[in-house]
């Protein structure tokens, strides 16, 4: 590609990926699915053990900035007997490989919408982990993509495709609890304190350029860079934004809501002095009015030392004392049902809160984006791109109020905010050339 078209390709030109979409409108279960894995330090590893257990499922590329990670991806497939895929630093350049069916997006949050974009427009189908954006203007931008380009789109909240979630919140829904007043998000994960990083050279074989990409060039600290990049407002949400994402999205979803009209959020970065600008500790409460009935949800992150509720965190077969309470709590009028973690949930019924009904089973988010990839349709999703960017927005929103210490008034219709200029500029964020989201997908 020149760069002529190349500029093109940035800026969304429907005529440059046509030829691109029409070549994979169609794919049948004989046919051998193509995807790329982009990022694969963390989650991504996950992702490529996942495609490569998968039958008609090839591994056809690696993307990653950092030429070390990519190497060790590559010993590491050599030694499962895994065929080499072909191997990018630029996701640019892959996505110019018509022969690739999907990219499978596992970079920090600040990559995700952008390249999820540009994964539609060079017609190829997409799995972007979580959170589905960095702020919620992009998020919508990403589901517009989806759409026009009849992309089939998996959001990486894993929880959505468990048996035994499922089930539980088919039972939410249908009223077994009766009326779903309230859902708690419970994010109380151990975290140490990152200390401080001193500025250095980048290190040899990384392309910082690309890694920091929609996003300003700071100087590279390793703070900024891998995983510890999630506690800068640059690159990462916070933890709301990185488990809590999951938690979230799961207590909006037994809550039977999509957008809030009322937000507010309060915390602090409590017990350490070190490099993270996010919050360890942090209070959110969104207020939803959807079809005449108020409901709340309210959200948790805790970083240190904390009890567990409602049994979610002591679940047995983890074989030693789990100091993380990660899960959700759903209130009705019937009882209450607590999720723990993305596979299981229990619940208690009545005043006596006698155990009633519970499952553990788990599932593949993976499995089921490869089979919608091949049914061409999107309500085979469990988890769509539009679920992620609404669940995102919650986080997103529970940022800003944090940030600026007051209440927001929303208006789901319209996805803004209401009387608040300054609150308004953070929905979206300036971007660095050429890494740009499009106004128009």
């Not at 949050?109 to 954006?133: F, R, T």
């Not at 009890?307 to 209450?336: F, L, M, Q």
């Not at 990839?373 to 919650?394: C, F, M, P, Q, Y």
């Not at 210490?405 to 500029?425: C, M, Q």
């Amino acid at each position: 590609m020149d760069d002529m078209n190349r500029r093109r390709f940035l800026a969304g030109s429907g005529a440059a990926i046509a030829p691109a979409f029409l070549s994979k409108a169609a794919i049948n279960a004989n046919d051998t699915v193509r995807v790329a894995v982009v990022g694969f330090r963390g989650q991504g590893g996950s992702h490529i053990r996942e495609y490569t257990n998968m039958p008609k499922v090839e591994l056809a590329a690696l993307c990653d900035v950092d030429e070390s990670v990519t190497a060790r991806a590559l010993k590491g497939l050599e030694s499962r007997g895994v065929k080499t895929p072909k191997t990018y630093t630029d996701v640019r350049k892959l996505l110019e490989d018509k022969s690739i069916d999907a990219i499978s997006i596992a970079t920090p949050n600040h990559w995700h919408a952008l390249m999820g974009i540009w994964g539609c427009q060079a017609g190829k189908d997409v799995y972007v982990e979580k959170p589905a954006s960095h702020s919620p203007w992009e998020g919508r931008k990403l589901v517009e993509a989806a759409r026009k380009y009849n992309r089939i789109v998996q959001h990486g909240t894993n929880s959505r495709s468990a048996v035994a979630t499922r089930e539980g919140m088919k039972m939410l829904h249908e009223g077994f609890l009766g009326d779903i007043y309230m859902s708690r998000g419970l994010c109380f994960k151990w975290r140490d304190t990152i200390g401080r990083a001193k500025e250095e050279p980048v290190p040899a074989g990384v392309h910082y350029d690309l890694w920091c990409g929609p996003g300003p060039v700071k100087a590279f600290t390793k703070n900024r860079f891998h995983y510890n990049w999630h506690w800068g407002w640059d690159y990462g949400n916070g933890d709301i934004g990185n488990q809590g994402i999951h938690e979230m999205d799961l207590a909006r979803w037994g809550l039977g809501v999509k957008l809030p009209t009322k937000v507010h959020s309060m915390g602090g970065h409590f017990m350490f002095d070190d490099d993270q600008e996010t919050p360890n500790t942090q209070v959110a409460t969104f207020e939803f009015n959807g079809g005449g009935k108020k409901k709340i949800l309210v959200f948790e992150v805790r970083h240190w030392i904390s009890n567990h509720e409602a049994g979610v965190g002591e679940s047995a077969g983890r074989g030693r004392p789990d100091p993380n309470t990660i899960g959700n709590i759903y209130y009705g009028p019937k009882g209450y049902m607590a999720v723990d973690g993305y596979t299981s949930y229990k619940t208690f019924l009545g005043k006596e809160q006698a155990p009633g009904p519970a499952r553990r089973e788990g599932g593949s988010n993976w499995v089921n984006f490869i089979q919608a990839v091949r049914s061409r349709k999107v309500e085979d999703l469990n988890a769509d791109i539009e679920e992620g960017h609404l669940s995102a927005t919650l986080v997103h929103l529970a940022n800003i109020s944090y940030r600026l210490g007051r209440s927001l008034n929303f208006d789901p219709a319209t996805e803004k905010i209401v009387g608040d200029d300054e609150a308004s500029k953070m929905l979206r964020r300036k971007y660095r050339s050429p890494y740009v989201v499009p106004e128009k997908v």
